[in-house]
Nanobody, 122 residues
């Protein structure tokens, strides 16, 4: 059974950095695409960054984090990390790791981690 477990959230001052990690079992190749989403109370969950698990595929970022966040994968550790720099109060929210499987039929199955809280505040 596939599982995603996030870690690394916490409280940080504006301008600071955090690194989130998503451990994927049984394997990072359980998914075609892995992404990080952010949710704040009263709003829909929004995509922050995503990338294909295949090699030599580029990453995708939302406009609000482009240039500040970096998503990366580690095949040996089966992890997908999100490095967050120059954090702003508006980056506050619960961050979820998402794994997407693209089935032979073309349909998609999505799996979610439990989420990790990020709070940017002075």
């Amino acid at each position: 059974q596939v599982q995603l477990v996030e870690s690394g959230g916490g409280l940080v001052q504006p301008g600071g950095s955090l690194r989130l990690s998503c451990v994927i079992s049984p394997s990072i190749f359980s998914f075609n695409v892995v992404g990080w989403y952010r949710q704040v109370p009263g709003k829909q969950r929004e995509l922050v960054a995503s990338m294909f698990m295949a090699r030599f595929r580029s990453a995708n970022y939302s406009d609000s984090v482009q240039g500040r966040f970096t998503i990366s994968r580690d095949y040996a550790k089966n992890t997908v990390d999100l490095q967050m720099n120059s954090l702003k109060p508006e980056d506050t929210g619960v961050y979820y790791c998402n794994g997407e499987q693209i089935l032979p039929s073309g349909s998609k199955d999505n799996y979610w981690g439990q989420g990790t809280q990020v709070t940017v505040s002075s």
